[in-house]
């Protein structure tokens, strides 16, 4: 008889233990799949306990919805999820990639010169943390044009570095164009002065 109350007492706890460690998996497919969904759920989730699976899908989930945003260029909301997920894990290299470059293009959305040259100090820091990365370069170089449009040498430069390194398709293509235009336009300035 005494024996049953304790099965009894402990059971609940047991069923709640394995319901929770057979949803954790779980947590990092909605993660992928419907990172609002888990979001939605973060504070109930938080609640129950934590676990290294739950936090790195959390994780994952602001990850995916800050890569949404930044893509987007809602930048703040990009911002407001890399920084959630970087109070989980603060190393997350993606995490703090992608709000240094949110953070850099709101700098450069002001149109402010030093504005610009903050925005160029922050690019570099996403460069380090990602040195094959493309991206930071692209947005140096035009930062670099929005400073002074007719310094051809750091301009066209950035634009070569962003080409030599790993850039998606379309920012590929956007880089290019970049790049021609501003040899072009240099070209244009030195035969006027010729």
């Not at 035009?142 to 080409?163: N, S, T």
């Not at 398709?169 to 880089?175: A, M």
Request: with cysteine; hydrophobic share 40%.
């Amino acid at each position: 008889m005494k024996g049953n109350k304790s099965i009894k007492a402990v059971l609940p706890i047991l069923i709640l233990g394995f319901l929770f460690n057979c949803s954790s998996s779980r947590y990092l497919k909605i993660a992928k799949e419907s990172p609002d969904e888990l979001l939605a759920m973060e504070d109930s989730l938080l609640q129950v306990g934590e676990n290294f699976i739950l936090i790195n899908a959390l994780t994952r989930a602001h990850n995916n919805i800050g890569l949404k945003n930044y893509k987007l260029m809602n930048y703040d909301s990009s911002i407001y999820h890399f920084s959630k997920s970087i109070k989980f894990i603060e190393k997350d290299t993606v995490a703090n990639f992608y709000m240094l470059m949110a953070q850099g293009n709101l700098l450069l959305e002001t149109g402010k010169k030093n504005d610009a040259w903050s925005a160029i100090q922050t690019f570099n820091k996403a460069s380090q943390l990602n040195p094959s990365s493309g991206i930071p370069y692209y947005y140096i170089g035009l930062a670099y044009r929005k400073i002074g449009d007719k310094d051809f040498d750091l301009i066209i430069e950035a634009f070569q570095i962003a080409l030599s390194l790993d850039l998606d398709i379309d920012l590929r293509e956007k880089t290019k164009s970049a790049y021609e235009k501003e040899k072009k336009r240099e070209k244009k300035l030195n035969d006027f002065w010729r």
